[in-house]
């Protein structure tokens, strides 16, 4: 039968069939996939058989490799991707506790976390007990009030890169039956795998280090592949599923991980130094600087000679002055996010922070004068200098 012009602009591109594998991961930019028989399309639904149905989270070969990926660096068996780190954390949460729950999760949060524990679980019944991660005691207190639906904490904490005993606090969990959960976003895989360290499950939001370009919004959870089924289930269930050009970009990022945070480490730790001899500074937070009080957690937990690409430092001054020494960077750019190639810096007391009281700012620890920096790939004498010319010497 010959088809009129209208239809065969519709089915007429034939995509032809491939039996070499392609350098890079093709962009499988489809939602919905065809069967031959209605048996068939129930069987792939049932997960009976391989196939794909549709793109909100039922399986995309894109977003598979980077499925794939993602495991492999973290050490884990599967991963579910998502359409952004925070679309992760809430199905995550979804999936693990229900109503009538509590969770217990370290106070040191990426905001956008603590509004999702602090301002959307209560209003479903799950509640959310935030305790110190670096008081043993008080994690065990916390933990030990049942009914406790999963531990969360997160590896490197925004703003002041305080550093999380993984392996003690997997242990902690572990001991009582309790699932772990960490946010391995700051650390990347490439700094630290905390599956190794006991954790159940390892989220990232891949918009940062993995995607590492400022050009992506993307999510993902590594876990068993006993776990990943229910994970899966609640992905479908919620929406909040990896797109494919999204997953094609994070692939691209992974390829260039290892020489992308090599890079932002050293460049991160001669900035500290600097910044650290410098009058103008009051404290430098930099998990590579022995005055960190957590700098013999991160020699043990992250990859040797390494401590990540962010760091933190307090201006001395009231709020005017460190709004004038962010403002004079020509280089680094006043904005949000981190892990990417440009050197980012914010205020976190106005912006990252807000949410926060200043009551509550206070006992974190975050002084209207502090200021994090997310170090780029721009040349680390020229981010020094640009500094140096901002500080006013
Ligand atoms: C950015 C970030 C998130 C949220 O991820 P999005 O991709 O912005 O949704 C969660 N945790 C940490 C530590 C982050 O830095």
Redesign the pocket.
Known sequence: MTHSFATRAVHGAVVPEVKQRPASVPIYQTSTWGFDTSEEYAAVLRCERPGHVYGRGYGNPTVEAFEAVMSSLEGTEAAVAYA????A?HALTTCLASSGERVVSSREL?G??FALFDQVLPRYGIEVVLVDPHDEAAVAAALEEAPTAFFYA?TIA?PLCSVADLAILAEMCRERGIISVV?N??ASPYLCTPAALGFDYV?H????YIGGHSDV???VVCCTAENRPALRGTTIETGGAMQPFDAWLCVRGLETLVVRVERQCQTALELARFLAEHPRIVVVHYPGLPSHPHHSVALRELRAGLFGGTLSFEVAGDAYEVAKVCESLEIAMLGA??GGTHTLVTHPSSTTHRQLDAEARRVAGIPDGLVRVSVGLEDTTDVIGDFAQALGG
């Open positions: 952004s780190g925070t679309a954390i990426y956008g976390t997160e925004n946010d976003t700051f989220a939001s891949a918009t940062k919004l993307a999510g996010s981190l």
